[in-house]
Every structure is written in structure tokens, then in C-alpha cells.
């Protein structure tokens, strides 16, 4: 019998030990966790997204800003605000959504970000920190960290598993790698351009698929009984959802898959809202 992962329901239950962690820290210690959100132009789902995270952050009790900049606006007026937070001891998570406007340098600005406050793990201090497996507290990528989640919840170990990530972005990819193999999964990343990729896919028990391709994945290219965790979120053109897995297709061979929308989506909010109060707790 296959398990649909419910996404939604794992995020919900995460969210309820958030706002009880907010509670706590407000009345022991006083403490408000604090995010700002930056959005700069009107991509449509980046507007969704930002305003998702905005009002989730209300709803648990956070202080929650969304700072919106036109498409048009400079580098320097972003690095401005980026500055503004770092100084603002209210402010314990700062984040950028991306993706950009092109004629704004990213990198510039994701390293202007004080690493302590750098919620969404991709200032190269944090990046660095997760690669060497260094002990102690440092921010994630929060989609990575939410896959994480998920395993856990439905896999009783990672040690020794296979598994098979195809894509290679900051965002999710390599971040979910190190998380991997620092608990002692055997990692092989693949990518659009590797040659007999199904090789790879077949001998995964984690199948991992951030490739940006609806549909991709079919059962033939899945080992039975394997883990499939979908990352991919493409916008047909009848305005549906469909991820880069079959769904319905390797659900027939599959223990564990998760949907699109509902499975990993979800998770990426509820654990910013995790590691923005993680980083209220770490620094105070
Ligand atoms: N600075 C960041 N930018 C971006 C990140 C990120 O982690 N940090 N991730 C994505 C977008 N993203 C959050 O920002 C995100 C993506 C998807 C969902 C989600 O809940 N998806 C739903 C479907 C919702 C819909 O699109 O209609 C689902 O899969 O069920 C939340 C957040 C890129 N940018």
C-alpha cells in the first residue's frame, strides 16, 4: 500500500510546535521573533508565496514584515533595506525571495545578509558550515530542511540508503546532498544532461526529483518500494499544478510519494517559520 505524504498535514503539526515554542519565548524571555521578508517585483507566485509567509508569521505570533521594492528598483536601495534589518535587534530572520530581477547581483546581496539573521541558509557562511558538518546551530535551506522532515517522518533511517537527486540548484538540491550525507546516505546527484539517467534512478531508495520538468518521472524509471519526493511546482497552462513525478503513474510502484500541490511545497513555509524562531532562540 502506497503512502500519499500529507505535506499539508505534517506542515500544520510543525506550525502548532512553532507557535508554541513563540509563546514560550515571549513569556519567559520576552522575546517577539522577528522576520522580514524582501520582495522585489510582482512575479505572481512570488507574490503568493510572500504573502503566505507574511501571514503565517502573524498567525503564529511573530512580528512579521514584508518589504515590497518595483522590478526597476537599484542594488544599492535593497542593500539599504538588507542593512536596516541586520541592525534592527527585532529583526531575527531576514530572507529575499527569489527569484530576482536579473540586473540585481544575488550573491551581493544574499552575502549582505548578517549570516545569524540568514533564515533561508544560502549566505556562503551557513552554505560552508552545512558542506563540513560543523557542529553547533546554523540556518538551512528550509525546502532541504522540510524534505528532511518528511523522510523522518516516514522512513525509520537514512544511514545506508541510496538515493538519487536529480537537479543541482542552491536552493534545494545541494543543500538536501549535505543534509544526506551528513547523516550517512549514499548521495549521487544527476542532472537533465546525464547520460542513461534511469540507471540512477532505478537503484535509488530515495528518489529525489527538483528537475523543473512536469511529468518526468514514470514507474518504469523507479525501484519498488522506493521513497519519491517531488520538488518540482510547473504551472500548466490550464493554471494546474503538476510536479516533475507522475504521480498516479509511480504510485503503483512507490511505498512513499509526495504530491504536487500538498507534499514538500507546504513544508518550505512551515519550516522558515521553524528556523525564524531557531534563530530568535539562537541569538538572543
Ligand atoms: N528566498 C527563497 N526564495 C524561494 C524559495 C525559498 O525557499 N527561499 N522557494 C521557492 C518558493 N517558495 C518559497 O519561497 C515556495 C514554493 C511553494 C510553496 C507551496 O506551498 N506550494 C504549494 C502550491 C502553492 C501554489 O503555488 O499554488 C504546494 O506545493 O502544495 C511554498 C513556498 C522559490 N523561491
Given at each position: ?60 505570533g511573530m512580528k ?7 522590478k526597476d528598483v ?170 516533475d513525478v507522475d ?38
Open positions: 500500500m502506497t503512502n500519499v505524504i500529507n505535506g499539508r498535514k505534517i506542515a500544520k503539526q510543525l506550525n502548532k510546535e512553532t507557535k508554541t515554542r513563540v509563546d514560550k519565548l515571549k513569556k519567559e524571555k520576552g522575546i517577539i521573533p522577528g522576520i522580514a521578508v524582501i520582495l522585489v517585483g510582482d512575479n505572481p507566485a512570488s507574490v503568493i508565496y510572500t504573502r503566505n509567509k507574511h501571514r503565517t508569521a502573524e498567525k503564529l512579521s514584515i514584508l518589504r515590497k521594492f518595483p537599484s542594488q544599492a536601495e535593497v542593500l539599504q533595506a538588507i542593512h536596516h534589518y541586520n541592525d534592527d535587534p527585532t529583526i531575527h530572520a531576514i530572507l529575499i525571495q527569489l527569484p530576482l530581477p536579473k540586473h540585481l547581483n544575488q550573491t551581493e546581496l544574499i552575502e549582505a545578509i548578517a549570516p545569524e539573521k540568514d533564515v533561508d541558509g544560502f549566505n556562503s557562511k551557513n552554505v560552508g558550515k552545512l558542506y563540513n558538518n560543523e557542529n553547533g546551530h546554523y540556518p538551512v535551506s528550509c525546502t532541504a530542511r522540510g524534505i528532511m522532515t518528511l523522510l523522518h517522518s516516514y522512513l525509520d533511517k537514512i544511514e545506508g540508503k541510496n538515493v538519487t537527486i536529480i537537479g543541482r540548484s542552491i536552493l534545494v538540491s545541494r543543500p538536501l546532498q549535505s543534509l544526506l550525507i551528513n547523516e550517512n546516505a549514499t548521495v549521487t546527484m544527476v542532472s537533465l544532461h546525464t547520460d542513461n539517467i534511469d540507471y540512477y534512478t532505478k537503484h535509488a531508495d530515495i528518489l529525489v526529483v527538483a528537475a523543473g520538468k512536469p511529468n518526468l518521472i514514470k514507474k518504469d524509471q523507479v525501484k519498488l518500494g522506493a521513497t519519491v519526493i517531488d520538488v518540482g511546482i510547473n504551472r500548466m497552462a490550464n493554471h494546474h499544478l503538476v510536479g504521480c498516479d503513474d509511480v504510485k503503483e510502484v512507490a511505498e512513499n510519494i509526495t504530491p504536487v500541490p500538498g507534499g514538500v511545497g507546504p513544508m518550505t513555509i512551515a519550516t522558515l517559520m521553524q528556523q525564524t524562531v531557531d534563530l530568535a532562540e539562537w541569538n538572543k
